[in-house]
């Protein structure tokens, strides 16, 4: 009861106060339209129906929630998930390049750690790249890859899951060099105490430590994943996918779709985060995490 | 008391002198020091004096900057990697993510000692310590006495013949520090383990050791050798007698004349 209290409350307060402000917006933006709709038409609507038609427009500036809600639902629930429509069938799409580029990325991440735990020189000739390659924009960067994987004869995929690697290995890299780091000073001077090789000293030490740190870093890395297979998904006129659908729906002024396709992004970002965030928890237990 | 035997720890002009960015400071000068087998050695000082340092040197955690020392007849490098002795910190050090009797196989395991072997020994030394029963619980499960004792067994579990603590009671409240000061005693007698024990309290020293080296800051050095003329059986109330009080003075007095109540 406490957790409804605590978190739930907040959270839906929040959440009502977007809802409204939302539908003010809607209003206000859709309004210059509906003015022009209606002086053609020679209509002199009341308050009453001219607000209803502000936010039944089929393509508004600002879809009302309700439209968007509606657009979703059907679009989810309603369709087949083979139909191209369907937000589950464009979800699965980016969800499976991002579920690729993430493990790529986590495992580059690692390695990346490893080696600059290990051997000084490289912490020092690679961390600036490291940190370079997150200021390029990811934007520019995208078209390129996918052009020039393109170029030799690899397609669909890898080249999207590249792309979100491209932006998950990062925060993978940066939490595991802390991470690798953790152990307490007291903690390494008992392994050499035992006369531990570096090896154990890893296995036995480090690589335990770093765990939570892992997963923090993952659940970054996870939500960045997402975002380069969506991003990954634009330049290259993809057919499926939530950012096939998001441009297609600014090809077409489909605002609706545009939005619900963001509503499916947003889900899928946060089931992934919250799956990162349950796997975390139940290691951290089957670790003798003191329970919360 | 056992002049006989070969010395365990045998030092002579150690010295070490720390480069800082305030200039060079001299954690330990000229210290001559032998350790006999299955003595009880305490080293008592104010914080500065060297106490930790020399421990540390012992066990190769530190390396001197003048003077040599041996470590069972070999340098403390040799020893540390013939695992010649056991370490307690000042905290426990557990690993969190271990269970206690995987915490006291730690170096079993780093050793590689077979699983029957690990699993004998693990339940030896955690009877020895009286933590039978635990063996299951992770380290948050237990007080702050019962994980220092989990951290002795650790130590004792390779059966290295030479215990070195740093202050392994320092974080614990008066009451519980008694019982395990108590039990380290009982654990002595039955190990016939040699003990090197750093402290700052002149009661757990006098009541625990043969021989109580006073030392004193800047630089850090002895200043003073007690042999302690207590039976090696002590009940806790040996404390009141005239005889524990007359060695607690000499070891006051002894940190006095180092001028260990400065500033």
Known sequence: MDSFRDKIVPVTSILLGVVVVWYVMAVVLNTPFQRDLDRRANEAPGVVEFLGKTLSQPKPTLPAPHQVATNFFENTFLRSVTSNRSLVYNAWVTLSSTLLGFAFGTALGIVIAVGIVHVATLERSLMPWIIASQTIPILAVAPMIIVVLAAIGITGLIPKALISTYLSFFPVAVGMVKGLRSPEIMHLDLMHTYNASRAQTFWKLRVPASVPFLFTSMKVAVAASLVGAIVGELPTGAVAGIGAKLLAGAYYSQTIDIWSALVAGSVVAALLVMVVGIAGRLVDRAMGGRPA | ?263
């Open chain 2, 1 to 263: 008391m056992t002049g006989n035997s070969p010395a365990v720890v045998s030092a002579s002009k150690l010295g070490l002198t720390f480069q800082t960015n305030d200039g060079p400071v001299q954690a330990l000068s000229n210290v001559d020091l032998t350790i006999g087998k299955g003595e009880f050695v305490s080293f008592i000082g104010p914080s500065g004096c060297g106490k930790t340092t020399l421990l540390r040197v012992i066990a190769d955690l530190e390396k001197p900057t003048a003077g040599t020392i041996s470590v069972n007849g070999m340098t403390p490098e040799q020893a540390r990697e013939s695992r010649a002795y056991g370490y307690v910190f000042q905290a426990a050090a557990l690993f969190p993510w271990r269970t206690i009797e995987r915490n006291v196989g730690l170096p079993l395991e780093i050793i590689g000692l077979s699983r029957a072997e690990q699993a004998e020994r693990i339940k030896r030394t955690l009877e020895l310590v009286n933590l039978s029963g635990f063996e299951k619980k992770y380290p948050w499960q237990l007080s702050g006495g019962m994980q220092q004792r989990a951290s002795i067994a650790r130590a004792l579990a390779f059966d290295a013949d030479l215990l070195l603590m740093d202050e392994p009671f320092g974080a614990l409240d008066e009451i519980v520090r008694d019982h395990l000061n108590e039990q380290l005693l009982e654990l002595w007698e039955r190990t016939n383990k040699t003990i090197c024990f750093v402290t700052h309290s002149i009661p757990e020293a006098v009541y625990l050791s043969t021989r109580i080296v006073v030392m004193s800051p800047r630089p850090g050095r002895v200043s003073d050798i007690i042999e302690s003329t207590l039976p090696k059986k002590r009940p806790l109330d040996i404390r009141e007698t005239p005889e524990f009080l007359a060695i607690a003075a000499r070891v006051r007095d002894g940190l006095r004349a180092g001028h260990s109540y400065d500033d």
